[in-house]
């Protein structure tokens, strides 16, 4: 196994929050480049407030990667 797939996976899954909740949930946030995985840990609590359920679950897909990585 790569050891940056984990990284990879936690930047694609941040760019994608971003894409898809940037106006619902992450409105007052900005993107940073290259997302990090602490990055992508401080916009969980936003996912899962305002993200509605598929929200909530890419929420807990990012930190279940993060916390591993």
């Known amino acids: 196994m790569d050891t940056d797939e984990p990284l990879r996976e936690i930047e694609r899954l941040y760019r994608q929050a971003f894409a898809e ?3 619902i949930a992450l409105w007052n946030m900005r993107p940073v480049e290259p997302p990090t995985p602490g990055a992508a840990l401080a ?4 996912l899962r407030t305002y993200g509605r359920m598929e929200g909530r679950r ?8 993060c916390r591993a990585a």
């Not at 916009?43 to 936003?46: D, K, L, P, R």
Request: net charge negative; glycine share 6%; aromatic share 6%.
């Open 43 to 46: 916009i969980v609590a936003a």
């Open 21 to 23: 909740y940037g106006v």
């Open 58 to 65: 890419l929420a807990e897909r990012i930190e279940s990667l």
